[in-house]
């Protein structure tokens, strides 16, 4: 070998560590160590509450009124579900509240009639009772004239029979108190049972009336509209759910952390979440829930080496009026890292520090 070779042979060599040294040295100027100790990340994703629209009963969908993405306000009417079935079960049993209302009014006529029965009956024992006295008088009479011999025995005979009539006459007419006051009882009995049977029509009225209610879908609170699950003129059971719809005033990210940094985070703790889709801006947040359990980390959150440790999840969420400022911005799915700071005594860097759209 020349000696021009043995002074070439070694350039390539020294090509490529310089190379690397120039590489490294790029990746250490440029690259982001992050804000240093005190801080730690964790990868998530925004999520907001989601809630289904459903119907109560089974039926054919008649109109839906929003399209995906439109917001909504609580108590706005989203979807009408055909109410010709409800309205026709309506009409039923205002028609039996109508007829049980009637038979209230009869029973109430057949108490009043019961009660003159006994004021009827009542009155004759009376007259029985004044009867009865005058078949007495008129006997202690006779038996005093049959002892002086002015009246004959057949009249004291016919006397005593009148008294005996009486006293039969008056038990009699007490029986028939006892009976109408039997009767009064049995009216009033039938009057309860018609009135039941009017509470009973007018729940089931005050039911089909809720059902009817029921049947124009509405929002539960104020919302964004995600999916349609279903068409006009679909026929859906119980439950079937018409739309989705998203409750942006409730958004969170979800983002796991290691035993020593979840058992420092309590809840309120600050969080500050950075988009990818708006790395220019930073969120602020509080921690709302840690888990009292640790599970394996999700595949798409977390990489292959940290999927082997076991994560503790960790939920942020996101003000409410911040959110209310920014509803045409928020937007779920969106992927990101949520920064939680260990060392509350250190400060947020300035790369950390919130930092919102105007």
């Known amino acids: 070998m020349s000696?021009?070779?043995?002074?070439?042979?070694?350039?390539?060599?020294?090509l490529v560590v310089a190379v690397a040294i120039g590489a490294y040295g790029a990746w250490?100027?440029?690259?982001?160590?992050?804000?240093?100790?005190?801080?730690?990340?964790?990868?998530?994703?925004?999520?907001a509450t989601?809630?289904?629209i459903a119907t109560k009963l089974p039926g054919r969908v008649d109109q839906i009124l929003v399209n995906e993405g439109d917001f909504v306000k609580a108590g706005q009417t989203l979807a009408i579900m055909n109410p010709d079935s409800l309205r026709a079960q309506l009409e039923e049993a205002q028609?039996?509240?109508?007829?049980?209302?009637?038979?209230?009014t009869a029973a109430q006529a057949q108490v009043a009639l019961r009660e003159s029965d006994?004021?009827?009956?009542?009155?004759?024992?009376?007259?029985?009772?004044?009867?009865?006295?005058?078949?007495?008088?008129?006997?202690?009479?006779?038996?005093?004239?049959?002892r002086r011999g002015?009246?004959?025995?057949?009249?004291?005979?016919?006397?005593?029979?009148?008294?005996?009539?009486?006293?039969a006459g008056l038990a009699a007419a007490r029986a028939q108190v006892v009976s109408a006051r039997a009767g009064v009882s049995a009216a009033k009995a039938d009057q309860v049972g018609a009135e039941s049977a009017v509470a009973a029509v007018a729940?089931?009225?005050?039911?089909?009336?809720?059902?009817?209610?029921?049947?124009?879908?509405?929002?539960?609170r104020d919302g964004r509209i995600q999916l349609r699950v279903a068409q006009p003129g679909e026929v859906l059971g119980a439950g079937g759910r018409v739309l989705n719809m998203l409750d942006l005033a409730d958004v969170t990210m979800t983002f796991f952390m290691p035993e020593a940094v979840a058992g420092r985070l309590a809840i309120g703790s600050e969080v500050h979440i950075v988009l990818d889709a708006a790395p220019q801006y930073v969120i602020p947040a509080?921690?709302?829930?840690?888990?009292?359990?640790?599970?394996?980390?999700?595949?798409?959150?977390?990489?292959?080496?940290?999927?082997q440790k076991l994560m503790f999840r960790i939920k942020a969420r996101i003000p409410v009026d911040l959110l209310l400022k920014n509803l045409e911005q928020v937007k779920t799915g969106l992927p990101g890292v949520a920064w939680v700071r260990t060392d509350p005594a250190r400060p947020w860097p300035e790369s950390l520090t919130v930092r919102l759209p105007e």
């Open 118 to 146: 006994v004021a009827t009956a009542q009155a004759i024992v009376k007259q029985r009772e004044s009867d009865l006295f005058a078949a007495r008088q008129r006997l202690n009479r006779s038996q005093s004239l049959v």
């Open 286 to 307: 509080e921690v709302s829930f840690v888990a009292s359990q640790s599970q394996f980390t999700p595949k798409t959150v977390e990489t292959a080496s940290e999927r």
């Open 203 to 220: 729940a089931t009225v005050a039911r089909v009336q809720s059902d009817l209610e029921d049947s124009r879908l509405k929002a539960p």
């Open 95 to 104: 028609a039996r509240q109508r007829q049980s209302g009637h038979a209230v």
């Open 150 to 167: 002015a009246a004959s025995q057949q009249e004291l005979d016919d006397d005593q029979a009148r008294l005996h009539s009486a006293e």
């Open 50 to 52: 989601e809630i289904d």
């Open 28 to 47: 250490r100027w440029s690259g982001d160590d992050g804000p240093g100790p005190g801080f730690m990340q964790g990868n998530g994703r925004i999520e």
């Open 3 to 14: 000696l021009t070779d043995r002074i070439k042979r070694p350039w390539p060599l020294i």
